[in-house]
């Protein structure tokens, strides 16, 4: 089952490498969509792919990197859009 969630992360996950980490993470289970900075200093990202995987990548994101400090994580559900785009960093 396909599923598509927008996150919002909190914490420390600015200048600690957690977009780039995301796009691993979320590469390594071949999911589409994308992750950006927020001027807040939270991190968003919506994935979209194999609902089990997709859950994967939630867990990675709540550990996230080393020098990362992760202080909460909300997640949303939203549509699943026709996409067969790798995941990206949007600038």
Do not use: C, H
């Amino acid at each position: 089952m396909e599923k598509r969630v927008n996150v919002r992360v909190r914490g420390l996950v600015q200048g600690v490498g957690f977009r780039m980490f995301v796009v691993r993470e979320a590469n390594a289970r071949n999911l589409s969509g994308w992750t950006r900075n927020l001027p807040d200093g939270s991190v968003e990202l919506e994935a979209q792919g194999t609902s089990g995987l997709v859950d994967e990548l939630i867990r990675q994101v709540n550990i996230g990197p080393s020098k990362s400090r992760v202080t909460s994580v909300s997640v949303r559900e939203t549509t699943i859009e026709k996409t067969n785009e790798n995941f990206r960093i949007l600038y």
